[in-house]
Every structure is written in C-alpha cells, then in structure tokens.
C-alpha cells in the first residue's frame, strides 16, 4: 500500500521569504500526487495535483510542486509566501484510495 | 451545486450515545469517504465506498459503520461513541478513484465526547 511521509510538523516562514514543504511517497509503479490546503476552521481544498506528464505542476496562487521520481518526493514551493498562505498543507497519494500525510502547518512571520 | 454538505457542524455527545453523521452531496460522485483529523495525525481514512452498495473499511474503522444505499449519501454511524472517538470529521466525494480525481470536502463536523 502506498504511503506519503511529511517530515515537517511545521515550518515558520518570514513573510516574502521562500518556502519549501517536503513530501516524500512510497514508491509504486504508477503514481498520482497531491497537495491540499486547509485554512483555519475550513475543509481541505486542492491546491495542486500530478497525474502524468510535466514534472513541474503549479497552482494559481504561486505554489509549485515537482515531481521526482529518483527521490519518490513531490516537494511544495514558493518563492515568496504572503501571511494569507498561512495554513496547513497535505500531501496526498492516490492509490485504490486517497491517503494523506500527516501535515505541514505554514506559519508566516511577520 | 452545494458540493459536499455535512451536518451537524458540531455535536457534543455522551459516552455510550449513538450518533450519524450525515454527508450528502450532489455532484453525482462515485467515490465518497469520510476521515478523521486529530492533531499530530493528519487525515486518517475511516470508512470508503467507490459506489451505491459498496463500502470498504480503512485505516481507523473500528466503532464506525457506514452504508451507501444512494449514490448522493453517505452517512457514518457512531455505534457507542467513546471520548477516543473526539475529533473533527471530514466527509469527502471524487468523481472516481481510478481516474483524474480531485477530492471535494465538506466543512467538517467537531465531534466532543465526554
């Protein structure tokens, strides 16, 4: 069965700053890749998702994940995080059925 | 489209009370699911149907049934909610599981057993 590992409970950011979220999966011969986001007291939303093709994968709000099939990582970037991105990010591996990784809470300095 | 509807929001029980949390929605989705999030533990499956008729246990079953009579419902019943059992529930629906799949949550339902 499929597994996703987030090695960051969570990460404090200065606002403007970068910022990289890591996601490590288990390996498989097919693999479909996630990232959701959960804002404060909401449900979880779909930020980014990787199926096949490009490697590179991005959001709208600035957000990017790469797809690294050597490193089974499928890290979340930006590079330069605004306090409205404070949140709690998920991982999420899709195999008979869709398991998350235990998250990243984002927290924005100021 | 509502999307994914759950009720209640929030529900305080009892130790040995019963309970459903209801979860409907209306994007005639095949996959539904419902999770539990506790802090520290992320998402953690509960139970899942990949359609009408059709249900499956996950990672964190025990003291939870679920059935799927319709294709737009799927209820969890708590069968003697234990203060284990406090958590925030997501219930979740996808067009399918083996296809370009998103997830759409509900808002979530907080659930304290005392």
């Known amino acids: 069965a499929q597994s996703v590992t987030q090695l960051d409970s969570q990460v404090p950011v200065f606002e403007e700053a970068p910022v990289e979220l890591r996601c490590n999966y288990s390996s498989s011969v097919s693999v479909y890749l996630f990232w959701y986001v959960q804002y404060p007291n909401q449900g979880l939303q779909l930020l980014l998702k990787y199926l096949s093709g490009s490697t590179l994968v991005e959001s709208i709000n600035g957000f990017e994940a790469e797809f690294n099939k050597s490193q089974t990582s499928f890290h979340l970037r930006k590079p330069s995080v605004h306090i409205s991105d404070t949140a709690e990010y998920f991982c999420?591996?899709?195999?008979?059925?869709?398991?998350f990784g235990k998250g990243t809470r984002l927290h924005i300095l100021p | 489209n509502a999307g994914v509807t759950q009720t209640p929001k929030f529900q305080v029980l009892k130790t040995g009370q019963s309970m459903t949390l209801q979860c409907a929605q209306d994007m005639n989705h095949e996959y539904m699911s419902w999770y539990r999030q506790d802090p520290g533990m992320g998402l953690r499956l509960i139970h899942y149907?990949?359609?009408?008729?059709?249900?499956d246990q996950g990672e964190v079953p025990n003291g939870y049934n679920v059935s799927r009579s319709t294709t737009e419902d799927f209820p969890l019943r708590l069968l003697s909610a234990a203060p284990s059992q406090t958590s925030v529930y997501f219930c979740?629906?996808?067009?399918?599981?083996?296809?370009?799949?998103?997830?759409?949550f509900g808002q979530g339902t907080r659930l304290t057993v005392v």
């Open positions: 999420a591996v899709l195999d008979d059925k869709i398991i």
């Open positions: 979740a629906s996808s067009y399918s599981i083996d296809r370009n799949t998103e997830a759409f």
């Open positions: 149907s990949v359609g009408a008729g059709i249900t």
